[in-house]
C-alpha cells in the first residue's frame, strides 16, 4: 500500500515540476496553470494519506500491509516445508515435475482496493469544489461590478439631466427609476448625492461653483431633503468647491494645518488641502518572455495521427508596468506636493516649479492624476485619490497662495 502511494506521489510531484516549467512559455501558460492547480491538490492529499498511513505502521495499528506482512512470513517459513509435488504418469523419457505451492498473500485485499478508491475520489471531489468555488467568487465579483457600475452611470445621468434640463427634470428622472415611490426616489437621491455634487463640479473644471451649488440646492428642496439627512461627504465637497473658488481668485484664507500629519510644513508654506487614502503608483521596468513555435505538421498515418517539428522561440522583453508603493497622506501646499505612504520612513516632497505636466487618466472607476516632474529620471507618477479632478485645481492654483 505504501508503495502504490508513493509511486503516485512521485507521478503527481514531476507532474508539478514539468508544468511548472511550461509556465514560462506564454503560449502554455493558460493549460499549464489548469495542471498545476489539480495536481497541486492530488499532490496534497496524496501526501496526507501517505503520512496517516505511516503513522498507523508505526503507531502497530492494524493496517492492510501490516497484515500481509506478517503473513507473508509465516507462508514463506510454510513454503519451504510444504511443497507440493504434482505428480502424473507420463511416457518413458519424461520426468517428475516439483511445482511449488503458488502463495497469494501480496494480492491487494478489499480494503487496499476500496482506500486508493476513496483517497482519490475525495482528491477529485476536493478539485472540482475549490474550482466551483473561484467560478463562483468570479462571477458574484463581475456581477458585483457591474452593478455598481449601472448604479454609478444612473447617478451621471441624474446630474447631466439638472445640468441640462433643471431640477424639475432630474427629479422626475429619479422618481421614474423609483417606480414612481417617492420615499425610496428620496432614499436615492441621499445616497447619490456625493456622486451627483462631484460630477457637477467636474462637468465645467469647478467654474461657476455657487451655480452648480444652487442647482444642487434646488435638487434637494424639490425632492424634501434636508441639509442634515445628507451625508458628511456632500458637506466637505462644498467646502472644497468653495476653497479652490478663493485660490482662483488669490484670496487667501486661514486653514489649520491637521495635527496627525506625517511630515512637517515649512512655515513659509500655507496649507491648503490633504487627501488622506491617497495611493501612489510608479513605473517599474520588467523582463517579460515572449515567443511562438515555428514550424511544421507531419502526417504519419491516414488516421490523421502526425507529429509536430520544429522549435520554441522565445524572445525577452521590458515592459513598463504600474505598480503601487503603497496608501498614504498626500498634501498641497502653497509650494510643495508632499506624499508620505504607511510604513514609509521617506518622504516625497516635489515643489510645484518643478511639475510640468499633470493629467486625469481612467474610466468611470479608478480615476488617477499622473504628474510628471522634473528630476525623476523621466518616469511619471499616478496617484489615486477620491476627487482627482480637485487635486489637478489645486496642483495648478496652489502658487496664488504664497
Same mark, same amino acid.
Given at each position: 500500500?505504501?508503495?502504490?502511494?508513493?509511486?503516485?506521489?512521485?507521478?503527481?510531484?514531476?507532474?508539478?515540476?514539468?508544468?511548472?516549467?511550461?509556465?514560462?512559455?506564454?503560449?502554455?501558460?493558460?493549460?499549464?496553470?489548469?495542471?498545476?492547480?489539480?495536481?497541486?491538490?492530488?499532490?496534497?492529499?496524496?501526501?496526507?494519506?501517505?503520512?496517516?498511513?505511516?503513522?498507523?505502521?508505526?503507531?502497530?495499528?492494524?493496517?492492510?500491509?501490516?497484515?500481509?506482512?506478517?503473513?507473508?512470513?509465516?507462508?514463506?517459513?510454510?513454503?519451504?516445508?510444504?511443497?507440493?509435488?504434482?505428480?502424473?504418469?507420463?511416457?518413458?523419457?519424461?520426468?517428475?515435475?516439483?511445482?511449488?505451492?503458488?502463495?497469494?498473500?501480496?494480492?491487494?485485499?478489499?480494503?487496499?482496493?476500496?482506500?486508493?478508491?476513496?483517497?482519490?475520489?475525495?482528491?477529485?471531489?476536493?478539485?472540482?469544489?475549490?474550482?466551483?468555488?473561484?467560478?463562483?467568487?468570479?462571477?458574484?465579483?463581475?456581477?458585483?461590478?457591474?452593478?455598481?457600475?449601472?448604479?454609478?452611470?444612473?447617478? +451621471?445621468?441624474?446630474?447631466?439631466? %439638472?445640468?441640462?434640463?433643471?431640477?424639475?427634470? !432630474?427629479? /422626475?428622472?429619479? =422618481?421614474?427609476? &423609483? $417606480?414612481?415611490?417617492?420615499?425610496?426616489?428620496?432614499?436615492?437621491?441621499?445616497?447619490?448625492?456625493?456622486?451627483?455634487?462631484?460630477?457637477?463640479?467636474?462637468?465645467?473644471?469647478?467654474?461657476?461653483?455657487?451655480?452648480? +451649488?444652487?442647482?444642487?440646492?434646488? %435638487?434637494?428642496?424639490?425632492?424634501?431633503?434636508? !441639509?442634515? /439627512?445628507?451625508? =458628511?461627504?456632500? &458637506? $466637505?465637497?462644498?467646502?472644497?468647491?468653495?476653497?479652490?473658488?478663493?485660490?482662483?481668485?488669490?484670496?487667501?484664507?486661514?486653514?489649520?494645518?491637521?495635527?496627525?500629519?506625517?511630515?512637517?510644513?515649512?512655515?513659509?508654506?500655507?496649507?491648503?488641502?490633504?487627501?488622506?487614502?491617497?495611493?501612489?503608483?510608479?513605473?517599474?521596468?520588467?523582463?517579460?518572455?515572449?515567443?511562438?513555435?515555428?514550424?511544421?505538421?507531419?502526417?504519419?498515418?491516414?488516421?490523421?495521427?502526425?507529429?509536430?517539428?520544429?522549435?520554441?522561440?522565445?524572445?525577452?522583453?521590458?515592459?513598463?508596468?504600474?505598480?503601487?508603493?503603497?496608501?498614504?497622506?498626500?498634501?498641497?501646499?502653497?509650494?510643495?506636493?508632499?506624499?508620505?505612504?504607511?510604513?514609509?520612513?521617506?518622504?516625497?516632497?516635489?515643489?510645484?516649479?518643478?511639475?510640468?505636466?499633470?493629467?486625469?487618466?481612467?474610466?468611470?472607476?479608478?480615476?488617477?492624476?499622473?504628474?510628471?516632474?522634473?528630476?525623476?529620471?523621466?518616469?511619471?507618477?499616478?496617484?489615486?485619490?477620491?476627487?482627482?479632478?480637485?487635486?489637478?485645481?489645486?496642483?495648478?492654483?496652489?502658487?496664488?497662495?504664497?
Amino acid at each position: 500500500m505504501k508503495a502504490l502511494l508513493t509511486i503516485l506521489i512521485n507521478v503527481v510531484f514531476w507532474t508539478l515540476v514539468v508544468n511548472a516549467i511550461r509556465c514560462i512559455w506564454p503560449s502554455q501558460r493558460a493549460n499549464a496553470k489548469k495542471w498545476l492547480k489539480w495536481s497541486g491538490v492530488s499532490f496534497a492529499v496524496l501526501f496526507v494519506f501517505l503520512m496517516i498511513f505511516v503513522f498507523m505502521q508505526k503507531s502497530g495499528v492494524d493496517t492492510p500491509e501490516a497484515k500481509n506482512d506478517v503473513e507473508s512470513s509465516q507462508n514463506a517459513v510454510e513454503q519451504k516445508q510444504n511443497t507440493q509435488t504434482q505428480d502424473f504418469d507420463a511416457p518413458k523419457g519424461m520426468v517428475k515435475k516439483s511445482v511449488p505451492a503458488q502463495n497469494d498473500s501480496h494480492a491487494a485485499s478489499g480494503g487496499e482496493i476500496l482506500f486508493i478508491f476513496v483517497m482519490f475520489g475525495g482528491a477529485i471531489y476536493f478539485g472540482i469544489y475549490v474550482s466551483r468555488k473561484r467560478k463562483r467568487e468570479k462571477l458574484a465579483l463581475a456581477k458585483e461590478q457591474a452593478i455598481k457600475e449601472a448604479i454609478l452611470q444612473e447617478q +451621471i445621468r441624474v446630474a447631466e439631466t %439638472l445640468v441640462r434640463d433643471g431640477t424639475d427634470a !432630474a427629479w /422626475e428622472g429619479i =422618481l421614474a427609476t &423609483s $417606480e414612481g415611490d417617492s420615499v425610496k426616489a428620496k432614499q436615492k437621491l441621499i445616497n447619490a448625492s456625493p456622486i451627483i455634487l462631484e460630477r457637477l463640479f467636474e462637468d465645467n473644471g469647478y467654474t461657476e461653483i455657487e451655480e452648480r +451649488i444652487e442647482q444642487f440646492a434646488g %435638487l434637494c428642496k424639490v425632492s424634501g431633503v434636508e !441639509a442634515a /439627512e445628507l451625508p =458628511l461627504k456632500v &458637506s $466637505e465637497q462644498i467646502v472644497a468647491a468653495l476653497l479652490l473658488k478663493n485660490l482662483i481668485a488669490g484670496e487667501k484664507i486661514p486653514i489649520q494645518v491637521p495635527g496627525d500629519l506625517p511630515f512637517k510644513i515649512g512655515g513659509e508654506e500655507a496649507f491648503i488641502w490633504a487627501f488622506r487614502n491617497a495611493e501612489m503608483y510608479v513605473i517599474k521596468t520588467k523582463m517579460t518572455y515572449e515567443g511562438e513555435s515555428v514550424g511544421a505538421s507531419i502526417p504519419v498515418t491516414d488516421g490523421g495521427i502526425s507529429i509536430n517539428a520544429g522549435q520554441h522561440k522565445m524572445e525577452a522583453i521590458q515592459k513598463d508596468v504600474w505598480e503601487s508603493t503603497g496608501t498614504g497622506v498626500l498634501v498641497v501646499t502653497s509650494h510643495h506636493l508632499y506624499f508620505k505612504s504607511q510604513g514609509n520612513m521617506n518622504t516625497i516632497r516635489v515643489p510645484h516649479e518643478s511639475i510640468f505636466s499633470v493629467d486625469v487618466s481612467g474610466g468611470l472607476f479608478g480615476k488617477r492624476v499622473v504628474i510628471s516632474r522634473d528630476g525623476n529620471n523621466g518616469k511619471p507618477e499616478k496617484f489615486e485619490v477620491e476627487y482627482p479632478v480637485f487635486l489637478v485645481k489645486l496642483l495648478k492654483y496652489a502658487t496664488n497662495w504664497r
